[in-house]
């Protein structure tokens, strides 16, 4: 077994990028057009790209028929590259190009570690690490734009590695800016921001700050400045310098991240988050010699050794910068830590490679127990979940959580390799019940394509479509018509006065407020989307 295992870790090694390629494949083929688009994102980039393929909106993007600003667009021209080369349809674009998406991300990362000096079979375990992260696979399936972000933001740092410990710079720095500048028009300015915070930590570390200020460093700025310039250009020709400057820079990027009106967190919101994030691997701190990192012994010898840091310490360096730095910032998501998941990939496969046999059993019998525990509760609590909706294939998917905890916990005896290759089969497999039965069962749950059909319906029949105080789009995309929104009741009474026929898409708990002042609307429809209870009223 020690050896057939072997042997195909070794014909993997060789065949990277294929190996990636076929994980990728067989965690999202089945499921590319088989469930509608959820709340709330996915329907609120579907109506943006709607209105840059239809209504020409290729600089600054459309929601609702209004300016979209939130997100730069180079993503959606992605998403058009692959509606124009593929035979897909929307919304099958949308989740190829989250798969596209995550296998571009493995292959950053698996960049990331060559670059870094480690050699195949450390960058493979990286690799296996990340496709069997719970968190990490399901956005294979979700559609958003962070996985190629964050795939270019590891691509840049990689670079940046490459130029600051080669003879020479060449053009590493170029690539590195150049990759940044891209990322930052998917995004934003983390994308560069990231990088350079990563590589001022670990130049100073080794005290070569200068590295930081050569002509080919300079220069790669330039050119990022230029791709930046250019899409500043395009905004300011579509709508005008004001509105760059006060609706993209001063809302959507100084505000939201000083003051931000949404997602506002605790400083300790990550110290929660990211360890839920990383399971199962956050159980590789209950194996890790902790106590040995705490000893002011070994960080004196760390400092002793600073000048001569490494692929390690970078990656390090990587992690905790990123992870200090999101903390710090007013408004906290938990996609923003995807960018940590590589180095710690990375960090932990390494890891694995040289522990003993003790630690090795230890690890594998808490993975494998973690899968048997979530298996079990899905069983004993499954119908307990606070889902609206029936959900179809729940004892499938728990009996593989089951079979898959067994399959590692057994295989744990044959080494890391065959343990490691055994958790990255079981997450592929136990994705079939969970893409094939139990998402497009939550569509009704999930997704506001119901409600959008029926109000599309009802402006058929020369209903005016309204939206009062809701998430801004969401029913954009599935009622094929644009909505009239405000948050303010005052407003919208005024709107409606004159209307005889309307149709108003509103929370359940603001209906409740306001109800005894819209005594001329009565509801149609209720559904729970999302945990949320969202009423259709009709007037006339």
Request: proline letters at 5%; aromatic letters at 16%; one cysteine or more.
């Amino acid at each position: 077994m020690t050896y057939t295992t072997a042997a195909i870790w070794d014909r993997l090694a060789k065949h990277p990028w294929l190996t990636m390629t076929f994980a990728v494949f067989a965690q999202t083929w089945f499921c590319l057009s088989n469930r509608a688009l959820w709340f709330s994102d996915e329907v609120r980039y579907a109506n943006a790209y709607q209105n840059l393929v239809h209504g020409g909106k290729w600089m600054v993007l459309s929601l609702n028929g209004q300016p979209y600003p939130d997100k730069p667009p180079v993503y959606f021209w992605f998403l058009w590259l692959l509606d124009t080369i593929t035979p897909m349809d929307m919304p099958g674009v949308f989740f190829l190009g989250a798969a596209l998406s995550g296998l571009f991300f493995l292959y950053g990362a698996y960049f990331l570690a060559r670059s870094l000096n480690f050699d195949r079979s450390i960058s493979l375990a990286s690799t296996l690490i990340l496709l069997s992260t719970f968190f990490l696979v399901a956005l294979f399936h979700y559609s958003r734009m962070d996985l190629m972000f964050a795939a270019l933001i590891l691509l840049s740092h990689a670079c940046l590695f490459r130029a600051f410990n080669e003879k020479t710079q060449g053009k590493w720095p170029l690539y590195a800016f150049l990759l940044a500048g891209v990322a930052t028009l998917i995004k934003g300015p983390l994308a560069f921001i990231f990088p350079l915070l990563t590589s001022g930590i670990y130049l100073a570390w080794r005290g070569e700050l200068k590295k930081l200020f050569t002509r080919q460093m300079g220069l790669g700025l330039l050119a990022m400045i230029g791709v930046l310039l250019a899409w500043v250009a395009g905004v300011m020709l579509a709508e005008g310098p004001d509105f760059l400057l006060n609706t993209v820079l001063g809302k959507h990027v100084i505000q939201r991240a000083t003051k931000t009106f949404h997602h506002r967190e605790s400083f300790y919101y990550y110290l929660i988050a990211f360890p839920l994030a990383w399971l199962p691997w956050t159980l590789f701190l209950f194996v890790a010699p902790i106590k040995k990192y705490l000893s002011i012994k070994t960080w004196g010898e760390l400092w002793a050794v600073r000048k001569q840091a490494g692929p390690r310490a970078f990656l390090w360096i990587m992690f905790a910068a990123t992870f200090i730095f999101l903390s710090s910032l007013s408004g906290k998501v938990l996609i923003y830590i995807l960018p940590m998941f590589a180095p710690l990939a990375i960090l932990t496969g390494a890891a694995i490679h040289s522990m003993d046999e003790a630690r090795t059993n230890r690890l594998w019998a808490l993975v494998g127990g973690l899968w048997a525990i979530f298996g079990v509760g899905l069983i004993l609590a499954g119908d307990l979940l606070p889902f609206p909706v029936p959900i179809r294939g729940m004892g499938i998917a728990a009996t593989l959580l089951l079979v898959g905890g067994a399959a590692i916990f057994l295989m744990r005896k044959y080494g890391n390799k065959a343990a490691l290759l055994t958790t990255t089969l079981a997450m592929i497999i136990w994705l079939y019940p969970i893409g094939l039965m139990v998402a497009p069962s939550l569509n009704n749950g999930m997704s506001t394509k119901r409600q959008a059909e029926i109000m599309s319906e009802y402006m058929d029949r020369g209903y005016a479509p309204y939206a009062l105080k809701i998430y801004s789009g969401i029913f954009t995309y599935y009622a094929e018509h644009n909505f009239r929104e405000t948050n303010h009741l005052p407003e919208f009474i005024e709107w409606t006065q004159d209307e005889d026929k309307v149709v108003l898409a509103i929370r359940e708990r603001h209906w409740n407020n306001w109800k005894d002042q819209l005594p001329a609307f009565h509801i149609v429809d209720r559904q729970s989307i999302a945990g949320m209870i969202y009423l259709i009223a009709i007037k006339g």
